[in-house]
Each structure stands twice: as structure tokens, then as C-alpha cells.
């Protein structure tokens, strides 16, 4: 079994930041991307950003520049870096990866729980 566990998240005022975390755990071979999504009320979810396993990032337009994701490999660990949060910025957020559990295993794409971002003005 594999899991992904996030922390982080919580109420912030305008401007301020945050950083979510999101390890993964369980039987575990190779991680290739792993990414943070989020979904506002009554919105669908939608991608944040995703870092595949040597690095390369993308970015939705609206949080180029104040969010940044990086990851640990050795921790299977990935982080988003949120500065400058707007109200906006509300949402949950939710951290996937897409995992081989052995060698000779599929890929599949899991899910966190989500962690709440709660952004006054």
C-alpha cells in the first residue's frame, strides 16, 4: 500500500505564507512526477504545479512567481513553498505522484487527503 500524507496547510492572512508538505509512505519502487492540485468551493481541481524526479517544473499562471515546488528524493517527499497568498489562494490542496511499486509494477497515480489553505483579507 502507498500513501501520501500532507501538513501544512491552515489560516493565514493576506500577504503572508506557507509550506505543505507531502510524504509518501508504503511500498514504493520509483516516483516519477509528483505535483500539488487544489480545489476552491464549488470549483473542480485544478493543477498548482508539478516537479518531475530530475527537477523540471511547471507552474499554473496564477501562482508563477509566489509559489515554489521542489521535492526530496530520498524522502519521497514533496514541498510547495507559498508566498504572497491572496484570498484567492483559498482552497484544499491535494499532493499525487505517480508511483511504480516494483520493479516490474504499473505506474499509478495517488492521492493525498488534502490539507486545508484558509487566506483572509
Known amino acids: 500500500q502507498v500513501q501520501l500524507v500532507e501538513s501544512g496547510g491552515g489560516l493565514v492572512q493576506a500577504g503572508g505564507s506557507l509550506r505543505l508538505s507531502c510524504a509518501a509512505s508504503?511500498?514504493?519502487?520509483?516516483?516519477?512526477?509528483m505535483g500539488w492540485y487544489r480545489q476552491a468551493p464549488g470549483k473542480q481541481r485544478d493543477v498548482v504545479a508539478t516537479?518531475?524526479?530530475?527537477?523540471?517544473?511547471n507552474y499554473a499562471d496564477s501562482v508563477k512567481g509566489r509559489f515554489t515546488i521542489s521535492r526530496d528524493n530520498a524522502k519521497n517527499t514533496v514541498y510547495l513553498q507559498i508566498n504572497s497568498l491572496k484570498p484567492e489562494d483559498t482552497a484544499v490542496y491535494y499532493c499525487?505522484?505517480?508511483?511504480?511499486?516494483?520493479?516490474?509494477?504499473?505506474?499509478?497515480?495517488?492521492w493525498g487527503q488534502g490539507t486545508q489553505v484558509t487566506v483572509s483579507s
Open positions: 499525487n505522484a505517480n508511483i511504480r511499486p516494483a520493479p516490474q509494477a504499473l505506474w499509478y497515480v495517488y
Open positions: 508504503g511500498s514504493i519502487f520509483s516516483i516519477n512526477v
Open positions: 516537479i518531475t524526479s530530475g527537477g523540471s517544473t
